[in-house]
């Protein structure tokens, strides 16, 4: 089984600064994919990012960019440039890719981080 | 269209009622899941169908039953809930299923057991 950690509750952020939140993540398995979604007060959770782990370019989407260091296992998310829209609560969720495995097709999530972004 | 839609957006129900949940999709997605939320965690797994087949059952208590009629459709039947079980209930459909592939998620029912 994996675990998934997000070691920051709650964080801040002014307008237009730019903010980064953190992701470890533990696994034995070799073939899997890493995702940031978003949850707004609306509810629906949203995904923001993906990243395959055999990949070692960074993802990016527009003012999001994730930090993929595979041998630390660590994921995390910069947003650039935030807006007051971005203001939810972050999951970080892994899904594990090898057909067969226990956790095949089901995503492990973080405990989430708060992100309010303030005027 | 690139919608779950799931109804009701907020019920109440004694402990004796029986209630069904609905979630819709039409974007061919092929693989269909139920999350129980918490207020302030993240979604628990309860059950994924794929191709209209049960796949996955995190054990979910048998006072929640979960049908899919078609491709387009989920139900999560409800009986004989308990307080306890009061909780945001998210719906997410993905193209098919596996660990690569983008859930899109509703934007849940708000349950409350009372």
């Known amino acids: 089984a994996q675990t998934v950690t997000q070691s920051q509750p709650e964080m801040s952020v002014q307008e237009a600064e730019t903010v980064t939140l953190s992701c470890t993540y533990d696994t034995s398995e070799n073939n899997y994919y890493l995702f940031w979604y978003k949850q707004p007060p609306s509810r629906q959770m949203i995904l923001v990012i993906r990243?395959?782990?055999?990949?070692?370019q960074n993802a990016t989407e527009n003012r999001f960019s994730v930090n993929f260091q595979k041998a630390a296992k660590s994921f995390s998310l910069k947003i650039s440039d935030s807006q007051l829209g971005d203001t939810a609560m972050y999951f970080c969720a892994f899904g594990a890719a090898n057909a067969g495995g226990t956790s095949y097709g089901k995503l492990t999530f973080g405990q989430g981080t708060i992100l309010t972004v303030h005027p | 269209d690139t919608e779950v839609t799931q109804t009701p957006k907020h019920l109440v129900m004694g402990m004796t009622n029986k209630k069904s949940l609905k979630c819709e999709q039409h974007m061919g997605h092929r693989a269909m899941y139920w999350y129980k939320q918490k207020a302030k965690k993240p979604p628990e797994l309860m059950f994924v169908?794929?191709?209209?087949?049960?796949?996955i059952n995190e054990s979910v208590p048998s006072r929640f039953s979960p049908e899919c009629p078609n491709s387009s459709l989920l139900n999560l039947h409800l009986h004989a809930l308990q307080p306890e079980d009061s909780a945001l209930y998210l719906c997410?459909?993905?193209?098919?299923?596996?660990?690569?592939?983008?859930?899109?998620f509703g934007q849940g029912t708000r349950l409350t057991v009372v």
């Open positions: 990243q395959e782990a055999y990949k070692q």
């Open positions: 169908y794929s191709y209209e087949k049960l796949s």
């Open positions: 997410a459909s993905s193209l098919y299923w596996g660990g690569n592939t983008e859930a899109f």
